[in-house]
């Protein structure tokens, strides 16, 4: 802060402002940045200066005003000034200790070579020497001079050589691997130090006009690029008496702007700036007429069944944009406390809010997905904001058990997640088909029998909710029928073909499981 003395009306005075950033909002990809800053001003034009702003700005998007009613008082402009400076700092004497360096490597390098290649032609010479003596010894063995003793003793002396310099060959070929990385790294070091180094500096300028002293508020806006946030969460489960699960939001934010945010109030927007408002172009839709096919093609699809929570209503559809996904509604949501993100390109999780919930723990096996017991755990979201869809890190207790993901979870919305297998539990599951035709109506009959082998090899018990699925036809030509008798306690399936049992594992006990389900499809029916 400076206090300026009186000058000429018509004398533009110029002041340094220490103006830090205080609030930054955070949309999806860019940051709104809000810089306050307080001085003592006289009366008169005043050309204020805000230094070590983002280089990167929106130059249309800066704007400066004063936060409060200070009669008489004006901005006239407001601008953004970029230079590029080359940083000429002291490198020689480090660039001279590298080369050094460098120079001692190559010659060790030089010296490994000169080593290794006298030890080749060694390994040459000694095994010619050994070649000859192999072909003398059956020319000594027909004269009758053959002595074992000396001929043992001598290939055992050239056999040792041989491996010794073997031995030394590739020692040193490794240590000249080695040495030619350290050769290249160094290589890099030197080209980079040597290279000069661009900084990119950016300050803010503004045209004041005060009628009186006194001391002024001014803000500073802009949007930069190059920051994001994006939802994280973490849940914790506690399985006591009574299991209860603590649920924490976080932001985790991006930026490499060139200015670092420290101490300043994070706001984490919805807000799609990029969306833009504009309402599609309408084209015409004909439509034709033809005549409906005798013949009936069917074919099976996967429908999967989604809902926002468990339970929900129906809920407003929404653009499908990725990024963060809130519910068809712009959310603002502020932290508790202040944070400090610097400009590193790396990412920092910011807490948001957190609630605590009782949680419904029960183990459910989908054998036609996977063929494991998972941990299921069903809370609802008690508190006021809803969880954005996002990554969740699980930890169950104080042990980290790995990652899953939820959607757009309402207030007051229950929702599930998976906390990973049971390793005591094992899951086999065998699929088999007949297929029939009735030679009286003609139809097409196919029956699918599905048996399940589950074992408990834990001391504890488990009682598992188990669910396998059985088509749904849409067709009165196709009829889907399970029988009952064949299928272990009779379940029927509900509307969406889901068939469910509750079983109770005891300690290192077995169980099986069968059901058999019977598709039939009329005579004029193709493709079954």
């Not at 160094?186 to 290279?195: F, K, Q, V």
């Not at 997905?369 to 979201?381: F, G, M």
């Not at 849409?474 to 029928?481: D, F, N, P």
Request: net charge negative; glycine share 6%.
């Amino acid at each position: 802060m400076m206090q300026a003395i009186g000058q000429s009306p018509n004398t533009i005075q110029q002041l340094t402002l220490d103006a830090p950033v205080a609030t930054v909002t955070l949309l999806e990809d860019r940051a709104l940045v809000r810089r306050v800053g307080q001085v003592n001003l006289t009366q008169g034009l005043w050309r204020i200066k805000v230094e070590n702003v983002a280089p990167v700005l929106s130059d249309k998007s800066l704007r400066a005003e004063f936060t409060g009613d200070y009669s008489g008082a004006r901005i006239d402009d407001v601008r953004v000034r970029r230079q590029m400076r080359v940083l000429e700092e002291e490198r020689s004497e480090e660039i001279k200790g590298l080369l050094a360096e460098l120079r001692s490597l190559q010659n060790t390098f030089n010296h490994l070579t000169e080593d290794r290649q006298h030890q080749e032609y060694s390994f040459e010479q000694v095994g010619t020497i050994l070649a000859h003596s192999l072909q003398e010894l059956p020319i000594d063995a027909v004269w009758g001079q053959l002595d074992p003793k000396s001929w043992r003793d001598q290939f055992q002396t050239l056999f040792k050589q041989l491996r010794e310099l073997r031995t030394e060959i590739l020692n040193g070929y490794h240590n000249q691997e080695k040495l030619r990385e350290l050769l290249n790294d160094l290589g890099t070091r030197i080209r980079a130090l040597s290279s000069p180094e661009l900084l990119y500096t950016a300050h803010i300028e503004a045209d004041l006009m005060v009628n009186q002293a006194g001391e002024y508020a001014i803000a500073f806006d802009y949007v930069v690029p190059n920051a994001m946030w994006r939802p994280w969460h973490q849940a914790r489960l506690l399985l006591e008496e009574k299991p209860s699960l603590s649920f924490r939001v976080d932001g985790c934010v991006w930026q490499r702007t060139g200015e670092d945010w420290k101490n300043v109030d994070l706001v984490f927007s919805t807000a799609r700036a990029s969306l833009g408002t504009e309402p599609p172009l309408l084209a015409d839709d004909p439509l034709n007429v033809r005549e409906k096919s005798k013949q009936i093609i069917i074919e099976t699809r996967d429908q999967k069944i989604q809902t926002t929570g468990l339970g929900a209503g129906a809920t407003p559809g929404t653009v499908e944009l990725p990024g963060v996904d809130d519910g068809g509604e712009v959310r603002n949501l502020r932290p508790a406390s202040k944070a400090t993100i610097p400009s590193d390109g790396r990412p920092y999780r910011v807490p948001i809010f957190s609630f605590s919930s009782e949680a419904e723990v029960e183990y459910v096996l989908m054998p036609e997905l996977s063929c494991q017991v998972v941990l299921k755990s069903e809370q609802t979201n008690t508190a006021q904001f809803p969880i954005l869809a996002g990554p969740v890190d699980l930890v169950r207790s104080s042990e980290f058990v790995g990652k899953t993901s939820v959607g757009f979870i309402a207030p007051g919305e229950k929702f599930a997640l998976g906390w990973g297998p049971d390793g005591a539990m094992r899951v086999q599951r065998t699929t088999t088909q007949k297929r029939k035709q009735d030679h009286l109506t003609k139809w097409n009959t196919v029956t699918t029998t599905i048996e399940l082998f589950i074992s408990n090899i834990g001391a504890e018990s488990r009682t598992i909710k188990t669910t396998e699925r059985v088509p749904v036809s849409e067709l009165e030509q196709v009829k889907v029928e399970v029988i009952a008798q064949k299928t272990t306690d009779g379940v029927q399936p509900d509307e969406n073909g889901f068939c469910t049992w509750h079983f109770t594992l005891e300690p290192y006990s077995q169980l099986q499981v069968t059901l058999v389900y019977k598709v039939s499809a009329a005579p004029e029916v193709q493709g079954f």
